[in-house]
């Protein structure tokens, strides 16, 4: 999964994206789905993508990134 992180925290955004952004962490660790902020240079993000592949393989679950602005 690709979920954009609106309200992320330190970062000005509307307010109602501001709990959304709180909470978005928490959320996903609740839910049992592993996650990882996407890098935002090439090398990071292609190690990450990685890493989801690997994840998805061998659990068979679900993975997401949160991707900044």
């Known amino acids: 999964m690709m979920i ?4 992320e ?4 955004d509307e307010p109602q994206h501001v709990i ?15 996650y ?4 935002d240079y090439e090398e ?11 994840h998805l393989q061998r659990r068979q679950a679900p993975y997401a990134f949160l991707v900044r602005r």
């Not at 954009?4 to 309200?7: I, L, P």
């Not at 990071?44 to 690997?54: F, I, K, V």
């Open 44 to 54: 990071g993000a292609a190690e990450a993508l990685d890493l989801a592949m690997y």
């Open 36 to 39: 990882e902020v996407l890098p």
């Open 20 to 34: 959304q952004g709180k909470i978005m962490n928490n959320l996903l660790t609740d839910c049992g789905i592993t």
């Open 9 to 12: 925290p330190g970062k000005k």
């Open 4 to 7: 954009g992180w609106r309200g």
